[in-house]
């Protein structure tokens, strides 16, 4: 990926040309949703396997939907368009693609009526995001997470992650690598940019979506997975203390894979090291993301 190409209002174009105007709608408020995909590279079959791009692109229009956007591709025509700009890069690595859909007109009262959308992506190289391995250690945010009477949290709007910066940027500058969000009633609702499961007494537990979170793809695949394997997963709310004490807690999302915590506000997680049942949903999720198993084809979309 030498010169790398985007998608800009309606063609495939240089990265460095997909430039916008100080005065755009979305740049001035967060007037955008957006979604990130990750691709994985598999050196043994010579492709990138993109992971379940079309869960991807239906949440997106989902938040497009529920922002009103002005927007009217298919899921369809979003995935053929991202294949022909990955195809275009000549991507030979792991890549991150982050499509958006934003308010495009220089317009200056805040809305999402009368305003003209376009969509945009622009391609990454990326591997890990967060350390998998050696355990993240992590604090409860003194921000809570958004509340969906404030920004839709089943959207993934743009105006959304002032409140993920934040967190994200408390936890680092207190030493941490990553935040938890409380939600507006004081349960556990997610990461900065990640959903949240524990363990405890051998089951596995996720705050549900009345705690605020993004419905995570990762978390509808680790849920799958972990029934699969056998063991039973409960969405439900979770206290603040009760991370405490679990057996594991661990991170799921594109961009964090699955990653496993450590500590939470100086408290370490069970033993302090990664729990067997987050090690044999890590192992198994990386070996589907990257196309080392036939297991669960149908969510690998191979470029070339
Ligand atoms: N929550 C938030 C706030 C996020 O930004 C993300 C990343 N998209 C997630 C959860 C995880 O979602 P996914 O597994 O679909 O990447």
Redesign the pocket.
């Known amino acids: 990926m030498e010169e790398t190409y985007s998608y800009f209002e309606g063609k495939i174009i240089p990265a460095h040309q997909a430039k916008v105007s100080i005065q755009t709608h979305a740049f001035q408020y967060g007037t955008a949703v957006f ?2 995909i990750r691709g994985y590279y598999n050196p043994d079959k010579k492709n990138i396997f993109i992971f379940r791009i079309r ?2 692109f239906t ?1 997106l229009l989902q938040s497009v939907k529920i922002m009103q956007l002005q927007f009217e591709k298919s899921v369809d025509e979003l995935v053929e368009i991202t294949l022909e700009l990955i195809r275009k890069n000549q991507c030979m690595e792991n890549i991150y693609i982050r499509p958006f859909i934003y308010t495009s007109s220089l317009q200056l009262s805040p809305r999402f009526h009368d305003v003209k959308a376009d969509l945009a992506i622009y391609i990454l190289k990326l591997n890990d995001y967060l350390d998998t391995k050696s355990g993240l250690k992590t604090m409860v945010s003194s921000w809570r ?1 958004i509340e969906d009477t404030i920004i839709p949290t089943l959207s ?1 709007a743009s105006g ?2 002032v409140n ?1 910066a934040l967190a994200k940027s408390e936890a680092v500058q207190n030493g941490c690598e990553e935040a938890i969000f409380l939600d507006s009633k004081g349960y556990v609702s ?6 949240i499961f524990l363990v405890r007494h051998g089951k596995i537990i996720t705050p549900s979506i009345s705690s605020c ?9 680790v849920i799958e997975l972990a029934r699969e394997l056998g063991y039973e997963v409960i969405e439900r709310d979770v206290s603040r203390s009760e991370l405490y004490i679990a057996e594991e807690v661990f991170f ?5 894979q699955i990653a496993w915590v450590k500590e939470i506000d100086k408290r370490v997680i069970g033993d302090g090291n990664i729990g067997p049942i987050t090690q044999k949903l890590q192992s198994l999720y990386f070996d589907i993301v990257t196309g080392n198993t036939s297991h669960k084809e149908k969510w690998r979309t191979p470029v070339y």
């Open positions: 979604g990130g869960d991807h949440r997470r993934k959304g992650y993920s997610e990461g900065s940019a990640e959903n979170i993004l419905e995570g793809i990762t978390r509808r695949t799921s999302g594109t961009g964090v």
